[in-house]
């Protein structure tokens, strides 16, 4: 109970946050959604990397490197601290220059009235929407998951706190927090959050490295010999294509609409520049110990199911039961410092979009969106509570991947004067479809995808020592020469092809690749020549407009 109990300490004072916040907003629709755009340089740093730093961050990492190893850290983590703060400080700026001198709240607003147009802006607000809600899961779930697995006593398997109720109490936080609070609430909410979990990588680290048996060393040494977890040391299980990939997908974290409405709230450009600086330190502080972490886990508790849950297992493990209560209260920071932003991001939308765009009475924005809210919450609880899919494949596949594909579009917008809706829309469109036909591809291949290594060929040998110990079938570990001397030992399959498509796409263990791509090569390829092309090949919006967005200087 101890565990849960700091937990539930830590929700009542998100929840008493929000009402404080909620006592000072004022009802207007600027308040709600963006805090009046007051927001200071510290609060906007903090907010906006919590509103990137999902479970996906801490819980997907760690469970992507129990599977894939250490090079995770490099693909996803290097890359976005370059990536991220590039698009910040050349998108989210001018982004921001030109939502306070024509009053956007939101990305769509700005492309109807740059692009003049109605129906396809409509076109981007509702795939932006069925790309968002799967990382509004995420968050659900991710919820749910350590609460779970915290409120499971050592030596018993049924948890206190089930999955399902996991998922509904931080749920129900996130919607008291954003339905009283609005953006004020949620910023005030990450300031505590982010401090939190930015401390929680290094406690867990040195924590759970004082409380392994034989030490840390030990631990890494007997990984090194080890068969089955030697590679996730090095980027082995990792194609140079498939790590080469993800620099695309940080484009999406712009043009996620959270991301781009808190750009929106800033009340100064100076924010974006400490944002920009401090920005790839924050992110080795939480990527770094939970991909680690996620490797050694590896090693410990081989054959977890959901890998997604190694990281709170660890801490069940070895760490005393109040300070794995203060690390998953971290944890569960991550997750919610998220969850209140696209919760709040969608509720903008619907209620600007939508709402207000096709004649909704203004003074009653602000109760509309308070009850899109709940509904939209309700919604994702229930998808969350039957989605099988792991944290990191259901953002990289259907949230990252579509959003960076997206990424032209927002860049043609702001920079671009030749740029045109139709072109906007080609791109949306080939999205759209790439989208679709991912999932399709995931689904047909699903039977014939590599598994992972099994405890059978878990055998530790010495460094420098070929050969199965003894009583372990050799072909499990090595394969027979003609001179009767084992071999080294057979590498696993990573990918086999997809039937039916001339080689295009090859089957991982958890994805589809293009080539050995990932796919968000060719959406993101395909959509800026869309772009490009059509654009080129279509009227522009009217002068005045072009003008009013790309004046002339003398």
């Not at 929000?18 to 609060?43: H, P």
Request: proline letters at 6%.
């Amino acid at each position: 109970m101890i565990p849960l109990i700091v937990i539930f300490i830590y929700l009542l004072v998100i929840a008493y946050i929000g009402s404080v916040a909620y006592k000072q907003s004022k009802n207007s629709t600027e308040d709600f959604f963006l805090a009046g755009r007051t927001i200071g340089s510290f609060v906007f740093f903090l907010s906006l990397f919590a509103t990137n730093m999902t479970a996906f961050a801490i819980l997907g990492s760690s469970g992507a490197a129990y599977k894939q190893g250490i090079g995770i850290f490099g693909m996803m983590a290097a890359s976005s601290a370059f990536v991220i703060p590039f698009t910040i400080f050349f998108i989210g700026t001018r982004l921001w220059a030109l939502g306070k001198k024509f009053g956007h709240m939101t990305q769509v607003q700005y492309f109807r009235d740059r692009w003049e147009c109605s129906g396809i802006g409509t076109a981007i607000f509702v795939l932006s929407v069925i790309m968002l809600v799967p990382y509004l899961i995420i968050s659900i779930k991710g919820g749910g998951i350590v609460l779970e697995e915290i409120s499971i006593a050592k030596g018993t398997t049924n948890p206190l706190i089930p999955f399902w109720l996991g998922c509904l109490i931080v749920a129900v936080v996130v919607t008291v927090n954003v339905f009283f609070g609005g953006m004020r609430g949620v910023v005030w909410v990450n300031v505590f959050q982010t401090i939190l979990f930015l401390l929680f990588g290094a406690v867990a680290v040195i924590v759970i490295s004082n409380n392994l048996p034989g030490g840390l060393s030990a631990t890494i040494n007997q990984m090194v010999t080890d068969t089955r977890t030697g590679s996730l040391l090095s980027r082995e299980r990792m194609p140079a294509e498939l790590f080469g990939s993800y620099f695309l997908i940080p484009l999406s974290s712009i043009m996620f609409p959270h991301m781009a409405i808190m750009c929106l709230s800033a009340r100064k450009m100076s924010a974006f520049k400490q944002t920009v600086i401090a920005y790839p330190i924050a992110i080795m502080a939480i990527w770094l110990p939970c991909v680690f972490l996620g490797v050694v886990g590896a090693q410990l508790i081989p054959g977890v199911q959901n890998s997604d849950t190694i990281l709170l297992k660890l801490l069940s493990e070895y760490a005393p039961v109040w300070l794995a209560g203060l690390l998953g209260a971290g944890i569960i920071s991550a997750v919610m410092g998220s969850d209140c932003h696209q919760v709040l991001a969608l509720s903008t939308m619907f209620t600007k979009d939508i709402y207000e765009y096709y004649g909704g009475e203004k003074s009653k924005s602000v109760p509309f969106a308070r009850v899109f809210i709940i509904v939209l919450t309700i919604i994702a609880y229930l998808i969350a509570l039957v989605s099988p899919t792991s944290i990191f494949e259901l953002a990289v596949q259907f949230a990252f991947s579509g959003f960076a594909a997206l990424a032209p579009v927002m860049v043609a917008a702001l920079f671009w004067r030749r740029s045109t809706k139709w072109g906007a829309l080609a791109s949306t469109l080939y999205v759209a479809f790439w989208l679709l036909f991912s999932g399709y591809l995931t689904n047909i291949s699903d039977a014939i995808a590599p598994k992972p290594p099994t405890r059978a060929a878990a055998q530790v040998r010495p460094a420098g020592q070929l050969g199965a110990p003894s009583g372990i079938n050799p072909d499990s570990v090595t394969s027979p020469m003609a001179s009767g001397k084992p071999a080294a030992p057979k590498k696993p399959i990573t990918s086999v092809t997809i039937p039916g498509y001339g080689g295009m796409f090859q089957r991982t263990a958890t994805t589809v690749t293009f080539y050995g791509y990932r796919l968000v090569v060719p959406m993101v390829v395909g959509s800026a020549i869309l772009m490009l092309l059509v654009s080129m090949l279509t009227p522009p919006p009217s002068r005045e407009t072009v003008e009013k967005y790309f004046p002339h200087r003398a």
